[in-house]
């Protein structure tokens, strides 16, 4: 039988690419081994010299998947977060003796205009979230639920992008 030589470079991208796919190693050894000539024990080898050289270039070809997910679970994180401080803010503000009133003087004007942003939507929809999600549209949920997408978001790719940040 003959075998199809391959320059180290195309080797090289050809094991990259696999890798970043996260196709089954051994399907990769095979490969290798059929494409070069290669023993399994070499193929193997290989293959682990080239992951560990190219660490941070692997992490890069699975950003689209990865960091997408990471980023929308980011800006949810923030989203929700930002909405459960806020209402609690608004519902600890209009109950203005749990603060000084030098506190709340800052606040007290945009409340008393009338311009809360949320107003309409609590209004109209909020009722009807209660009544349905309950326990989850309370600003400690919020809080908490959001928290912990933002930290998720973060230890979840922390490996990531630490390949990507030292290399």
Not at 101 to 127: C, Q
């Amino acid at each position: 039988m003959i075998k199809q030589q391959m320059k180290y470079d195309d080797l090289v991208t050809l094991i990259i690419t696999r890798l970043s796919e996260e196709d089954d190693l051994d399907d990769i050894i095979l490969e290798i081994c059929q494409k070069t000539g290669y023993a399994w024990s070499q193929a193997e080898l290989l293959i682990k010299h080239v992951q560990e050289d190219n660490d941070a270039k692997i992490a890069r070809k699975k950003l689209p998947i990865f960091y997408g997910l990471a980023f929308f679970t980011f800006i949810g994180g923030v989203i929700l977060t930002g909405y459960g401080l806020y209402t609690l803010m608004v519902a600890l503000i209009s109950h203005s003796e749990l603060f000084p009133r030098d506190l709340t003087s800052y606040f007290m004007p945009v409340l008393e205009k009338g311009i809360d942003p949320l107003s309409a939507f609590k209004s109209a929809l909020y009722p009807y979230l209660n009544m349905v999600l309950g326990f989850f549209v309370s600003p400690f949920s919020a809080i908490f639920f959001g928290a912990a997408m933002l930290s998720g978001s973060l230890v979840g790719m922390r490996d990531t992008w630490a390949k990507i940040l030292n290399k």
